[in-house]
């Protein structure tokens, strides 16, 4: 098993109508061979796992190698602007598999994409997860 050292948490900047497959087509189509994450969680709150966590997907660019990458459907407006668009079961989901990841990993940090940047937002290149991250998994313990 690859050393985890960080849980990123995402969002798929997409609809959040948009299916499992068709998040699949679009890592195809940006020519990657690895899904951008390890799990996904839909609007109904539904997990679906798109890669093995001893596989590498391609979530933070430079740290993907130590990381378990994961994600909530949706992330952005009718206008295409970042927004926390969570529904209440995607907010349960995401915990209770953040839950179970941290107990698997114990020393990964749980992060959202954008705390790679640090906390000066004007140096954030993303605004994914377009939430607090850190501050609202804080109390997530092995
Ligand atoms: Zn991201």
């Not at 098993?1 to 299916?19: D, E, L, N, P, Y």
């Not at 990657?32 to 093995?52: D, F, I, K, M, R």
């Not at 990458?69 to 926390?84: Q, S």
Request: charged letters at 25%.
């Amino acid at each position: 098993m690859r050393q985890i050292k960080r849980i990123f948490v995402h969002c798929t900047a997409g609809s959040q109508q948009q299916t499992i497959d068709d998040l699949k087509a679009e890592f195809r189509r940006k020519g990657w061979s690895n899904p951008g994450y390890h799990y996904v969680v839909t609007p109904n709150g539904g997990t679906h796992q798109l890669l093995a966590i001893e596989e590498v997907s391609n979530g933070v660019q430079g740290y993907n190698s130590t990381a378990i990458n994961v994600a909530y459907m949706g992330g952005i407006d009718k206008d295409g602007k970042p927004v926390d668009n969570r529904t209440p079961e995607q907010k349960d989901a995401l915990t209770l598999l953040l839950h179970k990841l941290k107990q698997m990993f114990p020393e990964a940090k749980i992060m959202g994409h954008r705390d790679i940047w640090g906390t000066d937002k004007s140096k954030w290149k993303k605004m994914c997860p377009c939430f607090n991250a850190i501050e609202e998994y804080k109390d997530i313990a092995s």
